[in-house]
């Protein structure tokens, strides 16, 4: 096909407005088909749902159906074998499956454009392509939790430290650390979820921005497409980018859970720290230094944060100043929602392997909990608890027994009674059951706390859950 012939076919769809076709410059930057072919699955559905119901409201004939959804499906063969030719000539994938519908069954195609516009129709189909990627990420995130829940009940009794500005804190059970990201996850899904739910409503039928004079059947439009209804202003059907948006923004979120995971797991995996073994599967190696293991796959998952939330700065930047209705700027809509999704997706699928795979290494995560004085806290609940010192003043006594033992060189656990006793005549042998690592975990029995009892039943809701009991 000439050039000529190109634009010629291309102006064709437009109509008779056109005396000729466009420049070549115009061509390149309103054609989006090398990206939003990917919509092409979404567009076969809304085309046969379409269809359908204006055959059901006898606007056109049922032999012009079949002869439509007969072509739709020829066409579905070609994308799915491969077989089917892209023009940049023909912008985007609408004209693309009109344009061959065309070809295959003649002039009974362009009845199926009744009552509808590329505006309704790109936005039901990017509706749609929002909603699998949704369903799909959803189902990610649930085999993400499934192996921190692996993890977590392989680790109920390793005890690790727990941070505040990287500092030792205090002491927390692993399954507990693992915990607090299965927890992350589940608000992703939700936050997913509730997109998820506020998209349902189905522009398709809302023509170019005023609805149609044709007696159409939203509602069937609707329920054939897994819609729980139609829109109801078709203004805002037709330039309505939220549900992107909202998507974009609970990416950004599970992006950066994914990230702080990610940080983590690099630091731990360090050889100062020397907390966890990345398997071989999700390492590499130096091409200069032999004795190296690095963690690119978390190092990777970290910086697909960027990607993401770059995106849903894009497409905010795009839709900020955009009166109604729609503007060919919302075809810049697709590119950062399609990237972005990718992006998760794979993040997630490291994130998933790393953690199914990851050795933990006790011995040092127990001597890390152990250090810079970490059962501190307990020290000090005990002198409230026991004695009935106010807090503050529990915390200063407390302070001067670090200041002993730090002196000593040992833990405060190793201090002698009567060294205690130096500090504060009251405190009895009593309060050897709250120093020690062990003991200071499995004391702390408050609802959300780190004790192993507490973990081991809030693993247990989790699974119930998500349906693993």
């Known amino acids: 096909m000439s050039s000529n012939q190109k634009t010629t076919s291309a102006s064709a769809m437009w109509g008779g407005r056109f005396a000729a076709g466009p420049d070549a410059v115009m061509q390149a930057i309103n054609a989006s088909i090398d990206f939003d072919q990917r919509l092409w699955r979404e567009d076969l559905a809304g085309s046969r749902a379409h269809c359908r119901m204006l ?30 030719t892209f023009d940049p000539a023909l912008e985007d994938i609408h004209m693309h499956v009109e344009a061959r519908l065309r070809e295959i069954i003649g002039p009974a195609a362009g009845r199926l454009h009744t009552a509808r516009s590329r ?7 990017f509706k749609l392509w929002v909603r699998n990627a949704i369903d799909s990420i959803d189902g990610q995130l649930a085999a993400f939790q499934t192996a921190l829940l692996a993890q977590a009940e392989a680790h109920l009794e390793t005890i690790m430290p727990g941070f505040t500005h990287l500092q030792t804190a205090q002491p927390v059970t692993l399954a507990h650390h693992l915990m607090a990201y299965w927890e992350m996850a589940r608000r992703d899904r939700g936050r997913f979820a509730d997109a998820r739910a506020r998209l349902n409503e189905c522009p398709l039928g809302a023509g170019a921005l005023a609805g149609t004079s044709f007696a159409i059947d939203r509602a069937a439009t609707a329920a054939a497409l897994d819609f729980d209804k139609p829109t109801d202003n078709s203004l805002d059907s037709v330039s309505d980018r939220d549900f992107a948006l909202e998507f974009l923004s609970a990416a950004s ?26 398997s071989d599967r999700f390492s590499t190696g130096s091409s200069m230094m032999p004795q190296k293991r690095n963690p690119d796959a978390a190092e990777l998952t970290r910086a697909k944060v960027g990607r993401i939330l770059g995106a849903f700065q894009a497409l905010s930047i795009v839709m900020k100043g955009l009166p109604l209705t729609y503007s060919k700027d919302c075809q810049e809509e697709k590119e950062p929602v399609f990237d972005a999704t990718d992006s998760l997706s794979l993040a997630i699928a490291a994130m998933s392997g790393i953690m199914e795979d990851l050795k933990f290494r006790p011995e040092p995560l127990r001597a890390h909990a152990a250090a810079g004085f970490s059962t501190a806290t307990d020290l000090a609940d005990w002198l409230v608890q026991a004695l009935g010192l106010p807090f503050r003043d529990a915390h200063h006594v407390t302070g001067a027994i670090v200041k002993l033992a730090e002196d000593k060189g040992c833990g405060l656990e190793d201090l002698s009674l009567a060294e205690m006793q130096s500090v504060h005549s009251d405190i009895t042998q009593d309060v050897f059951t709250r ?8 004391s702390r029995t408050s609802h959300g706390g780190t004790s192993p009892t507490n973990v081991a039943a809030q693993i247990k809701a989790a699974k119930a859950v998500m349906g693993l009991e």
Do not use: K, M, Y
């Open 55 to 84: 055959a059901d409201q006898a606007i056109i004939s049922a032999a012009d159906r079949d002869a439509i959804l007969g072509g739709l499906d020829q066409i579905e063969a070609e994308l799915e074998a491969g077989d089917f």
């Open 119 to 125: 505006n309704d129709q790109v936005a039901t189909d």
């Open 253 to 278: 979120i599970c992006a950066l859970h994914l990230s702080r995971l990610a940080e983590e797991l690099v630091i731990f995996a360090s050889q100062p720290f020397g907390f966890v073994t990345l």
């Open 435 to 442: 120093l020690g690592v062990d003991n200071s975990v499995a």
